[in-house]
T-cell receptor, first 114, second 111 residues
Framework: ETGVTQTPRHLVMGMTNKKSLKCEQH?????MYWYKQSAKKPLELMFV???????ENNSVPSRFSPECPNSSHLFLHLHTLQPEDSALYLC?????????????FGPGTRLTVT | EDQVTQSPEALRLQEGESSSLNCSYT??????LFWYRQDPGKGPEFLFT???AGEEKEKERLKATLTKKESFLHITAPKPEDSATYLC????????????FGTGTLLAVQP
């Protein structure tokens, strides 16, 4: 595997379900991110982990719960979601200490909440 | 407030017809401006980083330029495979690694 991988690629869940999204980066980076992408809207940063510590949380509802067990893995735990949470969820990673700030994205998980 | 505006929202070109996409930004202390390409149902693919006004980067038919207020992505003699959404993002000065994205330009190149 190379780059940033995400599983599952597609997920349909009811409003009462609990599910988790998984992200793995194979780039040796030290920071990982969760974004939400909705139609006609800019990418919305949800969570930032740097050196496995959460450094930013842009006031995301508590029904989204991130977990970063190590620098290569990132999870997004989902529970009691709303239909408006249907979107493409993207994971990204970057290296923060070399003066280059570009982020590399995974293919995303298309989430549909019914 | 830091902000990124991309124009046009959508652009349709004939194969070989060169054009430019615009990314205007207001940010406190620009650390970097980034261009990404996104195909339908996929994650954004990194293209370029520009750090200071006057800088230019090229890759195949794409050339990115930067001024103090905006960036352009010039597409020379585009091909149908260049069809995608092109996203612009900026990183402001400060301790976080937050990127602020525009809404993108949807480019369609007709054969």
């Amino acid at each position: 595997e190379t780059g940033v991988t995400q599983t599952p690629r597609h997920l349909v869940m009811g409003m009462t379900n609990k599910k988790s999204l998984k992200c793995e980066q194979h780039l040796g980076h030290n920071a990982m991110y969760w974004y939400k992408q909705s139609a006609k809207k800019p990418l919305e940063l949800m969570f930032v982990y740097s050196l496995e510590e959460r450094v930013e949380n842009n006031s995301v509802p508590s029904r989204f719960s991130p977990e970063c067990p190590n620098s290569s893995h990132l999870f997004l735990h989902l529970h009691t979601l709303q239909p408006e949470d249907s979107a493409l969820y993207l994971c990204a990673s970057s290296q923060t200490d070399r003066g280059h700030y570009e982020q590399y994205f995974g293919p995303g998980t298309r989430l549909t909440v019914t | 407030e830091d902000q990124v505006t991309q124009s046009p929202e959508a652009l349709r070109l004939q194969e070989g017809e060169s054009s430019s996409l615009n990314c205007s930004y207001t940010v406190s202390g620009l650390r970097g401006l980034f261009w990404y390409r996104q195909d339908p149902g996929k994650g954004p693919e990194f293209l370029f980083t520009l750090y200071s006004a006057g800088e230019e980067k090229e890759k195949e038919r794409l050339k990115a330029t930067l001024t103090k207020k905006e960036s352009f992505l010039h597409i020379t003699a585009p091909k149908p495979e260049d069809s995608a959404t092109y996203l612009c993002a900026v990183q402001a000065g400060g301790a976080t690694n937050k990127l602020i994205f525009g809404t993108g330009t949807l480019l369609a190149v007709q054969p």
